[in-house]
């Protein structure tokens, strides 16, 4: 998702375990028979559409992303000649148009990046057939809170906020009373919907380096190059300063994920 931001595909697959392992326990609750015909929502590198298209061997999955760079390098990882149940395709899911293809579904990690959800929610019905269903994860509210209050306050000060002048939060992280409504009015029956708090845990402040270089890209990129790594230095120490690396030297964040199954 985020076609607004140029993506680093690579550095992105290197730092992105957290989401690799959500996505996992989303699969699960799946339940796929093996010949359903599955969608997923902000593919990124592909490696997750895979581990889904070898659920469905006499199916298909279908990966979607509005990143190039991120296209390029799943279709790379996965070519259609070694894995013909598997293909990705630059779309961005605010103007996909599919109608009754689809048996499940899936997005892990990706709508979050979408501020306005209520036209989106609107085509994943449609894109669905009658029966099918949404299987999701994505920031919810509160997500990441100790970061964004880090980044919120270091926006305001010099020599950082000339650059972010006409800033506004990038994210749809929203509670589950905003969202419901929102599954309802598209016409999804919701099986169920909950705001799961999780931890995110970096081994070192490299790789805690990474992630904020890699998917904060937002406020990341308003930065001019040559400062760019200065920013991340000091939004690491400061969110140190106020969490700081546990006995085991680990550091923790705090994460709100809002999950849903809802069925056409």
């Known amino acids: 998702m985020g076609n607004e931001y140029s993506w680093n595909a690579d550095d992105y697959a290197k730092n992105s375990p957290f989401q690799k392992k959500w996505a996992r326990e989303l699969i699960k609750k799946l339940s796929l028979k093996g010949n359903e015909w599955i969608l997923d929502i902000g593919c990124g590198d592909g490696k997750v559409t895979f581990e889904i298209a070898q659920h469905v061997p006499d199916g298909c999955a279908v990966g979607i992303d509005s990143s190039e760079e991120m296209v390029k390098l799943a279709s790379k990882m996965f070519p ?15 103007e996909m148009d599919f109608f009754e293809e689809f048996d499940v579904i899936f997005s892990n990690a990706a709508l979050h990046w979408v501020i306005d959800h ?13 029966g099918g269903r949404a299987v999701v994860q994505m920031g919810g509210k509160g997500n990441a809170a100790g970061v964004v209050e880090v980044l919120n306050k270091i926006m305001t000060e010099n020599p950082w906020k000339e650059y972010f002048l006409d800033f506004s939060f990038p994210y749809g ?14 016409g999804f029956k919701v099986q169920y919907i909950e705001l799961k708090p999780k931890m995110m845990i970096y081994e070192s402040v490299e790789k805690f ?6 998917t904060w ?23 140190l300063d106020k ?22």
Not at 174 to 181: A, D, G, N, T
Not at 209 to 214: D, H, L, S
Not at 217 to 235: G, H, Q, T
Not at 243 to 264: T, Y
């Open 209 to 214: 380096k990474g992630w904020i270089r890699t």
């Open 217 to 239: 890209l937002p406020y990341i990129n308003r930065v001019p190059e040559k400062l760019r790594n200065s920013f991340i230095d000091l939004v690491v120490e400061r969110y």
């Open 118 to 130: 209520k036209p989106v929610l609107r085509r994943m019905f449609r894109a669905l057939k009658p």
């Open 173 to 186: 992280f929203y509670s589950l009373e905003r969202y419901k409504p929102w599954l309802i009015d598209a």
């Open 243 to 264: 969490h700081p690396i546990d006995g085991n030297g680990r550091i923790k964040v705090s994460m709100q994920r809002l999950e849903f199954v809802a069925v056409r």
């Open 80 to 94: 259609p000649s070694k894995y013909p149940n598997l293909s990705f395709k630059l779309l961005d899911v605010r």
